[in-house]
């Protein structure tokens, strides 16, 4: 699909109009936006616009690290979206000239849509430029990505106030699928920084004090989105660690009280051992009171164990 508009010469904004009417000349600039083309469509970038080899290379194959080229007469920008729903990038090329603009990309945009409602009800917008639709376009993207770590961001802050020292595999299993989304975000928020540095600090680029300011806003935002991904990242650094010392914690109190348990019985298993022998040379079974002698000895050796390892402290380690 293809949608195209733009403004003409007596200051008329147009939209949906056919390519064939850029050729006349008429239009001061004008934005024209692929949205999931066909094969004829991709046959447009070389036909009708005559893009470079290279740029439409980039265009048609996924999926390309966020950058800036250069062509003679237009920069080719790549840029990536997410998926709200697999936290996947999703590819957006730009190719941006003074006197248009034209995007690219394979699935839906809301992006797109939402700055051109913003063009139509403020059709001044145009005076700015391509430069500022292409601000408009990254901005929005940008804007994007703030619901899912603020989302992010609010089930971890839950998970840690409901955990406490109640950790459970459960909840350590979505602490990770969160780590992974995290991950995922962070795979496209740093190239997309890096991009907004070479645009900020490119002579070719050529911004006026103006347009500096609106892409410094959007460098800004990934600024901020970076630092926010990185504080999350460490706070689910943080919870795994506490899962695994609350887990470690458990196991040693375990394991202290079957030791303690063992050791008990240890030399009442040798006691019964040495008295559950089948020799007939052994005069203490032929006593009249060696059964309760050998049951008080036993139970002494069990309470004077139990009252030692209290005295030692190994009672205060609870699993």
């Not at 409602?117 to 391509?130: F, L, V």
């Amino acid at each position: 699909m293809i949608r195209t508009l733009g403004i003409t010469n007596d200051q008329q904004l147009l939209a949906d109009f056919s390519l064939e009417e850029i050729k006349t000349g008429k239009f001061i600039w004008y934005w024209v936006d692929f949205e999931s083309p066909t094969t004829e469509e991709n046959r447009l970038l070389s036909s009708f616009f005559h893009f470079h080899p290279l740029a439409i290379e980039d265009s048609l194959m996924r999926l390309q690290r966020p950058k800036l080229d250069y062509y003679e007469g237009y920069h080719f920008l790549v840029a990536h979206k997410i998926n709200k729903e697999t936290f996947e990038g999703e590819e957006v090329n730009l190719f941006v000239a003074p006197d248009f603009i034209v995007t690219y990309h394979h699935s839906p945009a809301p992006e797109f849509a939402i700055v051109k409602e913003r063009i139509e009800e403020m059709p001044a917008s145009w005076e700015r430029g391509s430069l500022y639709i292409a601000y408009q376009v990254l901005d929005k993207i940008v804007d994007g990505y703030f619901p899912l770590v603020y989302d992010i961001e609010d089930h971890l802050n839950e998970i840690d106030d409901e955990i406490g020292f109640k950790s459970t595999t459960k909840s350590m299993k979505y602490v990770f699928d969160l780590r992974s989304d995290l991950l995922h975000i962070r795979r496209i928020v740093l190239p997309m920084r890096d991009l907004l540095y070479r645009i900020l600090n490119s002579y070719r680029f050529r911004l006026n004090d103006q347009e500096r300011a609106y892409f410094m806003d959007i460098h800004d935002h990934l600024i901020k989105l970076t630092e926010m991904v990185e504080s999350n990242r460490e706070l689910t650094a943080d919870m795994r660690d506490s899962h695994m010392s609350i887990n470690s914690s458990r196991m040693n109190g375990i394991m202290m009280i079957l030791t303690i348990i063992s050791s008990i019985f240890i030399p009442l298993t040798f006691i019964a051992g040495v008295y559950g022998m089948n020799f007939k040379n052994m005069p203490e079974l032929n006593w009249h009171y060696g059964y309760f002698i050998i049951l008080f000895i036993m139970f002494g050796i069990a309470f004077s164990m139990a009252i030692w390892f209290k005295l030692k402290g190994w009672f205060d380690y609870r699993p």
